[in-house]
Structures are given as C-alpha cells and as structure tokens.
C-alpha cells in the first residue's frame, strides 16, 4: 500500500478516511466553523482543510459520495473535480444543490469521495484519417440499448 502526504490547513481537518477495507474512493470531510446551507439549484465551495501531494503519473479525482447525491440532491457541480499531481492547495468541494428543498452541510460531515487513479498524458498527432472500426463514428445509442 502507498502513502499520501497530507497536510492539514485547519486544526479540525479530518484527513480522508475509506469505509471498507475495499472502498475504491476515500471520504473527504467537511471543515468550516458552522453549517452551511445551499439552497435549491444553488451552489456552495466546501472546504476540507486539507492539501495533499498526489503521486506523480496519477489525479485525484473528486465524486459524488451516492448517499449525498441519491438521498439530498447534493453532488460536485463539476461532476467530476481533478486534482492534478502538481497542485499544492487546498481541497475544496463545489456542490450543487440538485433538490428541491434546501440543504444543509455540517462540519465533519463526508462531502465526496476521492479516488487516486493513474493517468496517461499522450502527445496528440494530426492525422488525416483514423482507423475503421465496425461502429464507425455511431454515437449516442447507435450500439443499441
């Protein structure tokens, strides 16, 4: 197992923990002095109180905790936020109130999830034709339901 190198900015930063021994992302926890609420199609930067060192070669991405997103309508307004490996700031989390009613967020509270993944960072080659293939250039639904 690998480590990151994490720092708190904030004395009651909670660094990220996993839920299950086999969780694929780690909660990333809610640090402010009091509860915010973010109202209907609105939203709210969430500060973790935190920065870390992501290993060169890999991201950090930041998702939707499915509990958030699928019982309180919250989830990243990015959809998906990218921590690059060479950021040293810290972490915060956009969320979009995606309800109709609105929602509050406590400190300490598990706001997303992060998950540390490989990247690749090919060069991008002009070309004047690609390569066929039995789809072709098919999109939205055209390999069927």
């Known amino acids: ?5 994490v720092k708190k900015l904030n004395e009651n930063a909670i660094l990220p923990t996993y839920g299950s021994a086999e969780a694929a992302g780690a909660d990333l ?6 509860t915010v609420t973010v109202q209907p199609g609105e939203v709210a930067w969430i500060s973790t109180g935190i920065a870390l060192e992501v290993p060169k070669g890999c991201a ?3 998702y939707a905790r ?22 040293r700031g810290e972490v915060k989390v956009v969320l979009l109130n995606h309800s109709n ?3 509050s967020v406590a400190p300490g509270e598990r706001i997303a999830q992060l998950v540390i993944t490989p990247v690749l960072t090919p060069a ?5 034709d690609l390569t066929d293939t039995t789809r072709g250039a098919g999109g939205f ?5």
Request: hydrophobic residues 35%.
């Open 101 to 103: 009613i609105p929602q």
């Open 60 to 62: 950090g991405l930041i």
């Open 66 to 87: 499915s509990s958030l997103g699928a019982k309180r309508g919250l989830a990243p307004a990015n959809k998906v936020g990218v921590i690059d490996s060479d950021y």
């Open 29 to 34: 926890y809610a640090c402010m002095e009091e």
């Open 141 to 145: 639904g055209s390999t069927g339901k």
């Open 124 to 128: 991008y080659e002009e070309v004047e």
């Open 1 to 5: 197992m690998s480590t990151i190198r």
